[in-house]
């Protein structure tokens, strides 16, 4: 016994050959019944054909509307800064260089938990809870 016969039984199994015969089980039409549209050499009906009849994505209402300008904010919440230095600003690329922040797009800071140090924030967008929070503690905010 040796590395070429150890083979899984599932690895045995030949594949199936169409068209050989009418004994092979598989022969003539090879599976594919007769005349009609997938019967046919690249034939085969779209995702979502229903036969003529009308489509379920076409029968149901639409709904709502997609803003296309709108713009998506990655939120933080001042909590999440507690962990900071605060003689380094706050800025965007640190708060992503972190991992506090993974997608793109703007940030928003929000005034969720308390200040600990005077931290200087320069970001997109500030919530005017936030920024009374961090100027309270000795801290300066700018947005961009």
Do not use: W
Not at 80 to 86: E, K, R, S, V
């Amino acid at each position: 016994m040796n590395l070429s016969n150890l083979i899984s039984p599932a690895g045995k199994k030949k594949r199936t050959r169409l068209g050989r015969g009418e004994s092979s089980g598989l022969g003539k039409t090879c599976g594919k019944g007769h005349k009609g549209q997938k019967s046919r050499s690249g034939g085969s009906v779209s995702p979502g054909f229903e036969g003529g009849q009308m489509p379920l994505q076409r029968r149901l209402p639409k709904r709502g509307f997609n803003n296309p300008t709108r713009i998506k904010y990655n939120v933080v919440n001042i909590k999440t800064l507690t962990g900071l230095d605060p003689t380094i600003a706050i800025t965007a690329d640190l708060l992503r260089e972190k991992g506090i922040v993974k997608r793109r797009g703007p940030i928003k800071l929000l005034s969720n938990g308390e200040v600990a140090a005077p931290y200087t924030v320069t970001l997109n967008r500030v919530s005017r809870a936030a920024k009374e929070k961090i100027q309270a503690a000795g801290g300066t905010v700018t947005e961009l």
